[in-house]
Structure formats: structure tokens, C-alpha cells
């Protein structure tokens, strides 16, 4: 069981916007600390797709974006194309007594229609 | 241009210690805010965190596995090296190693290619 919580799937039709939950704690990301995501395509490393929130490395397109609020992070995707079919994963860290460190969610699988 | 590339065994048997070696390039992990981390992934499974040290030779683990994971960093050789002891069938993974900077707010900027590990007898 993963410290931050992910729909297991989403899905949705080229063009349309999909919207992704990393729901969290307050030993985690209701504590401050930042929210990364990242993208791993069929057979390949995870790569980063947003880091601290909301931020976009350099060669990510404009149709990824993140928020965050409360003990809870979302990534939306607008104008879905089949070459963003992949896993993703939202990270964190958590300060909890019994066992600080960094933190995955469980991943959530994209179906492009 | 920065790159990881993890190497080590792909087959252990249950009960031996794995060694995995981190060879990067395009950063030096003496730089203040530089970290190298490792990650696992089961077969169709989630990343799991494992270990991180930081350029002034900080350790940190998860605490899970904490007892049984080490990890060290050759400075000149640009390499970090986990080693893993008591290995059982179900840390069978694919063990990734990725940069972890401050200047993405400590996200896992860069990642290796992974290697496949199998633990069987």
C-alpha cells in the first residue's frame, strides 16, 4: 500500500483533458513538501514531467500541468495525444515518525481511447 | 549532458548480497545540493524508494529496508554503490539510480536505464 494514494486508471479520447489525483497526508504533502510527477512510457525509465508543484523541466509540453492543495496534488493533461499513453507517478516526502523518507504513489495507468 | 547507467548481476541466488554500481557523468556528487538515489521497480509494480546519499555524505534509507541496504559513493570514479544483503524472491526489480538536485526542489531529475534483477535459485 502506497503512502500517496493514485487512481488505479484513467482514461480519455485524443484531444480531450484527463486530470490525475495523488491524494496525500499531513505528514506528507499536507506538510509543504513538494509534489513531483513523472512519465514512464511501455518499457522505459520514469522521467520527470513536473517538479516542486507546478514547475515544467525544459522539453515538456504546456499541456502538462500541476497543482497542489491541502494533503492532496493533481496532474492535468489538455489536449491528449496517443504518444501520452504511459504510466505516471506522483512523489513526495514524508516526515512521519515510524519512517521518514520519499514516497511514491501507486501509479496511475493512461489509456488514450 | 548528464547520464546515469546502473550495472551489477541480473541473476542472485536467495540469501546472497547484491551489489549495484552507479557509473554517472555531467555532475560531480561533491557538489553542494548534488544526491544520488535508488528506486526499484517490481514487475508491473510501483517505484519503491531505497536509498539516498548527498554530497557531504549523507546517508538516508528507507525504513523498511533500512537493515539490509548500504550505500556509498567513490567520489573520483563518479560512482554510488548500493549493496543489498539477505536477497529473497520478491525483491526481484528492476533497480533504477537517479539524480536527486535541489535545483528541481529535490525531484529525481535524471534517471539510469535500470537493471533487471532476478532472484531465484
Known amino acids: 500500500q502506497s503512502v500517496l494514494t493514485q487512481p488505479p486508471s484513467v482514461s480519455g479520447a485524443p484531444g480531450q483533458r484527463v486530470t490525475i489525483s495523488c491524494t496525500g497526508s499531513?505528514?506528507?504533502?499536507?506538510?509543504?513538501?513538494?509534489v513531483h510527477w513523472y512519465q514512464q512510457l511501455p518499457g522505459t525509465a520514469p522521467k520527470l514531467l513536473i517538479y516542486?508543484?507546478?514547475n515544467r523541466p525544459s522539453g515538456v509540453p504546456d499541456r502538462f500541468s500541476g497543482s497542489k492543495s491541502g494533503t492532496s496534488a493533481s496532474l492535468a493533461i489538455t489536449g491528449l495525444q496517443a504518444e501520452d499513453e504511459a504510466d505516471y507517478y506522483c512523489?513526495?516526502?514524508?516526515?512521519?515518525?515510524?519512517?521518514?523518507?520519499?514516497?511514491f504513489g501507486g501509479g496511475t495507468k493512461l489509456t488514450v481511447l | 549532458q548528464v547520464t546515469l547507467r546502473e550495472s551489477g548481476p541480473a541473476l542472485v541466488k536467495p540469501t546472497q548480497t547484491l551489489t549495484l554500481t552507479c557509473t554517472f557523468s555531467?555532475?560531480?556528487?561533491?557538489?553542494?545540493?548534488?544526491?544520488v538515489s535508488w528506486i526499484r521497480q517490481p514487475p508491473g509494480k510501483a517505484l519503491e524508494w531505497l536509498a539516498l546519499?548527498?554530497?557531504?555524505?549523507?546517508?538516508y534509507y528507507s525504513t523498511s529496508l533500512k537493515t539490509r541496504l548500504t550505500i556509498s559513493k567513490d567520489t573520483s570514479k563518479n560512482q554510488v554503490v548500493l549493496t543489498m544483503t539477505n536477497m529473497d524472491p520478491v525483491d526481484t526489480a528492476t533497480y533504477y539510480c537517479?539524480?536527486?538536485?535541489?535545483?528541481?526542489?529535490?525531484?529525481?531529475?535524471?534517471w539510469g536505464q535500470g537493471t533487471m534483477v532476478t532472484v531465484s535459485s
Open positions: 546519499i548527498d554530497w557531504d555524505d549523507d546517508k
Open positions: 499531513s505528514s506528507n504533502i499536507g506538510a509543504g513538501y513538494d
Open positions: 516542486g508543484n507546478s
Open positions: 555531467g555532475f560531480s556528487l561533491s557538489t553542494s545540493g548534488m544526491c
Open positions: 512523489q513526495s516526502y514524508d516526515s512521519s515518525l515510524s519512517g521518514p523518507g520519499v514516497v
Open positions: 537517479a539524480l536527486y538536485s535541489s535545483s528541481s526542489g529535490n525531484a529525481f531529475d535524471i
